[in-house]
C-alpha cells in the first residue's frame, strides 16, 4: 500500500506535471476530472490541499474516492472532511470554489459503486485489497 511518502511524491508530481505543461497534461486521468481538494487539518487547523480524480460528475456535483489505493487506513483528506465537511474545490486552471463534501450512506453507496467502478475499475482493484468499505464522497458547491 501506498505510504505517505509516496502518496505526496505523486501529488508534487502532479502538480509539477500541471505546471510544466501548462495545463495539457494531468487534467484528467482515465476520462476522470483531476479536481484539487483543500479540507481543514482536522488536527491542525490548517488547509491541506490534495490532488484527486473524480470518477463520476452529478449534476454539479464531484464524486471522489477514499480509496487509498486499497490501503486498511483511510486517506487523511478524508478524515479531515469527516471532521469538518466545509471544504474548496477547483479544476485546474480553475479557481476554487466553496464546497459541501458528504459521506454517502450505505443505499447510495450500492448505487454509485458500480457506476464508479464501471468508469474506473481500479477502484474495484482498491476495493478487492481492503477489508474497510471504501468511502464515497459527494462534493456539492454551496449555494451562492
Known amino acids: 500500500m501506498p505510504s505517505?511518502?509516496?502518496?505526496?511524491?505523486?501529488?508534487?508530481?502532479?502538480?509539477?506535471?500541471?505546471?510544466?505543461?501548462?495545463?495539457?497534461?494531468?487534467?484528467?486521468?482515465?476520462?476522470?476530472?483531476?479536481?484539487e481538494l483543500v479540507t481543514t487539518g482536522r488536527r491542525s487547523g490548517e488547509p491541506r490541499a490534495v490532488m484527486l480524480t473524480a470518477p463520476l460528475q452529478i449534476d454539479d456535483a464531484y464524486v471522489v474516492v477514499a480509496s487509498r489505493g486499497g490501503d486498511d487506513t483511510h486517506p487523511a483528506w478524508f478524515l479531515n472532511l469527516s471532521a469538518?465537511?466545509?471544504?474548496?474545490?477547483?479544476?485546474?486552471?480553475?479557481?476554487?470554489?466553496r464546497m459541501t463534501a458528504e459521506v454517502v450512506g450505505p443505499e447510495r453507496r450500492a448505487e454509485l459503486w458500480p457506476r464508479i467502478v464501471a468508469s474506473a475499475p481500479q477502484?474495484?482493484?482498491?476495493?478487492?485489497?481492503?477489508?474497510?468499505?471504501?468511502?464515497?464522497?459527494?462534493l456539492r458547491p454551496d449555494p451562492a
Open 84 to 97: 469538518d465537511p466545509r471544504v474548496e474545490v477547483a479544476l485546474p486552471g480553475g479557481p476554487r470554489r
Open 4 to 35: 505517505d511518502l509516496s502518496l505526496k511524491m505523486m501529488n508534487a508530481v502532479h502538480r509539477a506535471l500541471l505546471a510544466v505543461t501548462g495545463r495539457r497534461l494531468g487534467t484528467s486521468f482515465g476520462g476522470a476530472p483531476a479536481l
Open 123 to 138: 477502484y474495484a482493484r482498491y476495493q478487492s485489497r481492503t477489508t474497510r468499505e471504501i468511502p464515497v464522497v459527494l
